[in-house]
């Protein structure tokens, strides 16, 4: 995650929407710090190439329409509305999920090279057949 990831999220949108680097310069105009930005920030944007920072990325996130969760996440940054506590919430939260998963699950491999694992469903929804033991 990061510049690299960012700028093809970036540059997919603009493919998108049929926007070239020069209007997308425009629109994104001067940011609250007073730096301005032109075609070839823009082109190193879309290279992974260039420092992102979070009101360069909520910028962007705004005039092209990115989807926030998948831009922040790409970007490598948190929001700014994020704070040192929700994210070691987070952290532990995931650390508990992560020690209730039964083991075995995730790592079976099958016995026989090429097979696969179905996941067990029942035949009929009100009729569950039991399950091995």
């Known amino acids: 995650m990061g510049a690299a990831e960012f700028g093809r999220l970036v540059a997919d949108r603009m493919d998108q929407l049929e926007l070239s680097q020069n209007r997308l310069a425009s ?3 001067e940011l609250a710090d007073g ?3 032109d075609a070839t920030q823009i082109r190193l944007i879309r290279q992974g190439r260039r420092r ?3 009101m360069l990325v909520a910028r962007l996130i705004e ?5 926030p969760d998948e ?3 790409a970007s490598g940054l948190l929001p700014p509305e994020v704070t040192a506590e929700e994210l070691r919430k987070l952290r532990s939260f995931r650390a508990a999920s ?3 998963t039964p083991s075995g699950v995730t790592d079976r491999k099958p016995a026989i090279a090429g097979a696969r694992i179905l ?6 929804p009100l009729l569950p057949l039991p399950r091995p033991a």
């Not at 005039?63 to 989807?67: F, R, S």
């Not at 996941?119 to 009929?124: A, D, E, S």
């Open 119 to 124: 996941p067990f469903k029942p035949r009929h």
């Open 52 to 54: 992102l920072d979070q």
């Open 63 to 67: 005039i092209l329409g990115l989807d």
């Open 35 to 37: 730096r301005i930005f």
């Open 98 to 100: 992560v020690a209730t």
């Open 71 to 73: 831009a922040w996440a």
């Open 27 to 29: 629109r994104l105009g």
